[in-house]
């Protein structure tokens, strides 16, 4: 990891993308901010219900929210008061009950887990005392790995959102009327004049980061990839444009779909995405515990790769490969330079992007313009995750830190990349090198997708 925002990419020499500030003062202030900005969301996810529903698990698919809260402030321990201070241990009893690897989601409500009142007890505790492990850590290169650029505490940043995200996606599946409310989003101003799709012009770009001080392990380091010319929906698919391929039988039709994907809409019986439901001639969702029906103009959500991969099929298109969604995203042809964001180096703003569940649903295609590409590409940041063609594997040179569990063991064929955030995260879990997978047949997350052809 370096600390010089300027540092070129040593596989190439060209440089990487403009890091945020990383003197060790603005580097603890944002720490701060992002650790706060992380606990004051998962206190609203979890106050919103009463102890019978944080105690419940409201899909074999989710872990009971209680669980969340506790195993929130138990990496936080882990990580900030174990890792970076060398303290004792607080609840050493407990490190294998929130261990995910050691309990799958379905059987941790028969785990003696936390009550609701011990459980936020704990995770107040934990965080007193990780602010004052944070206000004397040293950042510079002479400190610990884990600490320099203050990593370890962006790290648990990003992880508690990234279980803030996991909650709302429990909130979505769980009976019941509505416990969240948010604004709308704001409607696109120009979408009638925007291209359906622009040419990506091909050659080499730099993916993936070395100068980014948070970035996750998976996200390193900055190399060189070559991809061929492309066309890119210029808005991610809307879910007008999906209910044609499922009022076109899209369904019912074996050819578009790959083997696997044919057998998950045989064995459920599928006939369309998660959520949906016909009442007689009109298509409902079911949203955060409201029935509505399915706008045309906003992007798709809860469909799984299969479903993604069949609608591009039968569009004539394809999805992207995970290397040109980050071209798409972050090359400017202008520099030659790979920028954090779409839009530039800068920060995402509510003007720019719609992201930190600020509002419970995307936005119709064709908002945000100011977050768009150079070349015209909206919503690459924030809306739905993007489902991307691409297994998930190491970039060149990839090393596990801190740890393994992170990224490594899920590398190959069984895991699909998903590119750009949703509604659902937080800034400081979304860039243009931040790389989330899932397995294909995933349809309870906020996934959606665009499509692409060969130029």
Not at 239 to 264: I, Q, S
């Amino acid at each position: 990891m370096t600390d010089d925002p300027a540092a070129l990419d040593p596989a190439d020499g060209h440089p990487d993308s403009h890091a945020p500030g990383t003197d060790p003062d603005s580097l603890r202030e944002r720490a701060l901010a992002a650790l706060l900005t992380a606990r004051t969301r998962t206190a609203l996810l979890t106050s919103c219900v009463d102890d019978r529903e944080l105690t419940a698990q409201h899909s074999p698919l989710m872990s009971p929210l209680v669980w969340d809260l506790a195993h929130i402030g138990n990496q936080e321990e882990l990580w900030l008061l174990r890792a970076v201070a060398g303290r004792e241990a607080m609840r050493p009893e407990i490190d294998g009950l929130y261990d995910a690897f050691e309990h799958p989601r379905a059987s941790r409500p028969s785990l003696p887990l936390l009550a609701p009142d011990e459980a936020r007890m704990y995770a107040y505790e934990v965080r007193g005392r990780a602010l004052d492990v944070l206000d004397g850590a040293r950042m510079d290169d002479g400190g610990d790995r884990l600490a320099r650029a203050g990593f370890a505490f962006g790290m648990i940043a990003q992880h508690e959102q990234q279980h803030d995200e996991t909650m709302l996606i429990t909130h979505q599946l769980r009976a019941g009327p509505a416990a969240l409310s948010a604004p709308e989003p704001p409607s696109p101003v120009d979408a009638a004049g925007l291209p359906a799709e622009v040419l990506v012009p091909g050659g080499a770009f730099t993916m993936g980061t070395s100068t980014e001080p948070w970035a996750l392990d998976n996200e390193r380091p900055a190399h060189r990839r070559e991809v061929a010319d492309f066309f890119i929906d210029t808005a991610p698919v809307t879910c007008g444009a999906y209910l044609r391929f499922v009022e076109d039988g899209g369904y019912t039709e074996r050819r578009w779909w790959e083997p696997d994907g044919w057998a998950m809409v045989r064995e459920r019986g599928l006939a369309a995405p998660l959520f949906w439901h016909r009442d007689g001639g009109q298509w409902l969702r079911r949203r955060f515990g409201t029935t509505e029906p399915v706008p045309d103009d906003e992007p798709v959500l809860h469909v799984s790769w299969y479903e993604a991969d069949a609608y591009a099929r039968w569009a004539g298109r394809r999805l992207l490969t995970e290397a040109e969604w980050e071209k798409a995203a972050r090359h400017d042809p202008v520099s030659g330079r790979s920028r954090r964001y779409p839009w530039g180096d800068g920060d995402p703003t509510p003007e720019l992007a719609n992201l930190g569940q600020r509002h419970l649903r995307p936005a119709a295609a064709g908002a945000y313009p100011a977050g768009r590409s150079p070349l015209g590409v909206g919503q690459l940041i924030g809306d739905v995750w993007e489902w991307t063609s691409s297994d998930f594997l190491p970039h060149p040179g990839f090393a596990a830190f801190p740890y393994r569990e992170y990224s490594e063991v899920f590398f190959g064929p069984g895991h699909k990349v998903l590119r750009g955030g949703s509604f659902a995260v937080d800034q400081v879990a979304c860039r243009g090198t931040f790389r989330n997978w899932d397995l294909p047949v995933r349809r309870q997350i906020f996934s959606g997708f665009r499509t692409a052809r060969d130029a």
